[in-house]
C-alpha cells in the first residue's frame, strides 16, 4: 500500500515538474515573434545629494526575435532591428538553460568569473545569459517562471557592464547590477528593469551612484512588417551559428577570462564586422578565424 502511495506521489510530482517546464518553454517561445518596442529609463534615486539626474529617455524600435537552437534543456533567441522596414542589423542574443547553476558573471572592465549557484536554488529554475552584438558574453541571472491569470514572470538580478545607449556618453560608474523581470502575454512582453548603477574597486564594497527605473514594452504586430529580417537571418545565420561555437568553446575551456579592449587601435567588433564582410569566406572556415581573433583579444585569469 505505501509503495502504492510513493509511486502515485512521485508521478504527480514528476508531472507537476513537466507541466511547469512546459509552461516555461512556452513562456519563453512566446518573446519570438515581429514586435514594435518602446524603450523608456529614468533615474529615480541617489544617496549622493549633489548627484545631477540624468535626463529621462524614451526611444523606439523594431526588432524580429527568432529561436535559432532549441533542445530539451535550452534555446537560445537571437534579436535583429529592423530599422525603415529593409535595413536589418544583428542585435543581442539570450540563451535559456535549465537546471543550469553555471553563470558566467560580470565583475568589471570586461572581466568575466564564472559562479556555481546552489542546487537547491535551481528547483526548477531557468539561467539566461545574455550576449552582445558580436556574440560575446554581457550577463547571466537565474531564477523560476511563474505562470498566472494567462502572465508568465521571470526575474533575476545580475551584474553587468554599462548598456550601450551609456557607456560612450560617460563613466561615473562601471557596473549596472540589473534587476530584471520579464511579463510574458499574448500581446507581447515587457522587460521591466529595477537596475542599480554601481562604483565599484577591487577589494572595496561597491558604492551606489544611482538607482534607474526601465521599461521595454515589446508590442506584438503582424510577421509581415519583418520579413526582411527573416530573409537575412536565413542568409546569415550559418556564419554566426560559427561565430557561436568559437564563443562557447572561450567559456567552456577556462572558467574566468577577460577581453581587451582594443587590438591594434580596433576593437573586436571591427574584427569581428571585417570577417562577416568577406562573402568569399567559406562557411567551414569561419570558426577558425573566429577563435584566431578570440585568441589575441582573450587573457586567461588563473587563481579565480
Not at 541617489?46 to 535626463?55: I, L, R
Not at 580596433?266 to 567551414?284: A, F, M, T
Amino acid at each position: 500500500m505505501k509503495k502504492n502511495l510513493l509511486i502515485a506521489l512521485f508521478s504527480t510530482m514528476y508531472l507537476a515538474g513537466y507541466g511547469q517546464k512546459s509552461k516555461d518553454i512556452e513562456a519563453i517561445k512566446g518573446q519570438c515573434g515581429c514586435f514594435d518596442i518602446t524603450f523608456k529609463y529614468a533615474e529615480t534615486f541617489s544617496p549622493d545629494t549633489s548627484y545631477k539626474f540624468h535626463g529621462r529617455e524614451l526611444a523606439y524600435g523594431r526588432e524580429y526575435i527568432v529561436a535559432v537552437e532549441e533542445s530539451a534543456d535550452k534555446i537560445v533567441l537571437e534579436h535583429l532591428l529592423v530599422i525603415k522596414d529593409t535595413m536589418i542589423i544583428k542585435h543581442w542574443r539570450e540563451d535559456w538553460t535549465y537546471q543550469n547553476p553555471h553563470l558566467l558573471t560580470y565583475h568589471m572592465t570586461n572581466d568575466f568569473r564564472y559562479l556555481k549557484v546552489k542546487n537547491k536554488n535551481f528547483q526548477q529554475g531557468w539561467t539566461q545569459s545574455v550576449y552582445g552584438t558580436q556574440d560575446e558574453p554581457r550577463y547571466s541571472g537565474y531564477g523560476e517562471w511563474a505562470h498566472v491569470n494567462g502572465k508568465s514572470v521571470w526575474e533575476s538580478r545580475a551584474d553587468a557592464a554599462l548598456p550601450r545607449r551609456e557607456y560612450s556618453t560617460r563613466n561615473d560608474y562601471n557596473v549596472l547590477s540589473r534587476g530584471n523581470r520579464i511579463h510574458v502575454t499574448n500581446k507581447g512582453y515587457l522587460h521591466e528593469q529595477d537596475n542599480d548603477k554601481l562604483k565599484r574597486e577591487e577589494g572595496k564594497p561597491d558604492v551606489l551612484l544611482a538607482n534607474e527605473k526601465g521599461l521595454n514594452d515589446y508590442v506584438r504586430i503582424d510577421m509581415a512588417k519583418c520579413e526582411a529580417a527573416q530573409k537575412w537571418w536565413t542568409a546569415n545565420q550559418s556564419f554566426w551559428k560559427e561565430v557561436r561555437a568559437a564563443w562557447q568553446e572561450v567559456e567552456d575551456s577556462h572558467r574566468s577570462f577577460r577581453i581587451k579592449d582594443t587590438i591594434d587601435d580596433q576593437r573586436l567588433g571591427s574584427y569581428i564586422y571585417d570577417l562577416e564582410k568577406n562573402k568569399d569566406l567559406p562557411v567551414s572556415e569561419v570558426k577558425g578565424k573566429m577563435k584566431a581573433i578570440l585568441d589575441k583579444f582573450i587573457l586567461w585569469k588563473t587563481g579565480i
